[in-house]
């Protein structure tokens, strides 16, 4: 029988172990949001060393099988950078994240980027509550508070959520469980699974907090 690494008795719940030996034991989803690894195995020496990023498991490539394995009732939205387009089917909507302030990347050779994409995929049932706008503008994670490397802020998660109808939300690649933070926030039940056990415990200690008035 699986077992929850959390569960807070009212939705929200965290399994810890690998996406692909889970997902097939859960229950049918209304929404997919998930911020996966981006295929980047990438780690900057060009910043301070209190600033260095870890390397993210399974950071190798992007896992294009979740479009094809994942099967949301209401949409699937999935963070990605413009290159990994190239690899995901034709989206429906490309969402824009604009972070308020450039990326590190190549300094010499590549347009200072300040953004990130979410592609948006609408399932059978699909049905917006209030139809959004395709750009989301949220400053990003401050590097010091920082719980993950990669942490988008609650900020830039609620309005994907907030704009659809549908209870249940999964994020198959959690990490510190912002998505169902943000979750928890509006309102709504959610499913994490996550294969590190230390982004498991931080993301089991953001849920225990009270939820955040808007």
């Not at 209030?130 to 998660?157: F, M, Q, T, W, Y």
């Not at 933070?181 to 039940?189: F, M, N, T, Y």
């Amino acid at each position: 029988m699986l077992k929850p690494y959390y569960d807070d008795g009212k939705g929200i719940v965290i399994y810890k172990g690998d996406c692909r030996e889970i997902l097939p034991q859960l229950p049918k989803v209304d929404l997919v949001l998930t911020d996966p690894p981006y295929g980047m195995d990438y780690q900057s020496n060009a910043v301070p060393e209190w600033r260095k990023k870890p390397k993210i498991y399974g950071d190798d490539k992007y896992p294009v099988w979740i479009f094809e394995e994942l099967k949301p009732s209401i949409a699937m939205m999935a963070w990605c950078r413009w290159d990994n387009l190239y690899e995901l089917p034709p989206p429906k909507s490309f969402i824009v994240w604009d972070k308020g302030g450039m990326s590190m990347g190549d300094l010499d050779h590549e347009f200072g980027r300040r953004w990130e994409g979410c592609a948006f995929y609408p399932g059978p049932n699909h049905a917006f509550r209030k139809r959004p706008s395709d750009l989301i503008v949220a400053g990003r994670v401050n590097p010091r508070d920082l719980k993950h490397p990669n942490e988008k802020p609650v900020s830039a998660i609620t309005p994907l959520i907030d704009c659809h109808v549908g209870d249940l939300i999964l994020d198959p690649f959690m990490g510190s469980g912002t998505t169902l933070r943000a979750a928890k926030d509006l309102g709504r039940k959610a499913i994490g699974i996550e294969i590190e056990e230390k982004y498991c415990e931080i993301a089991a200690k953001r849920l225990r907090q009270e939820v955040f008035p808007f």
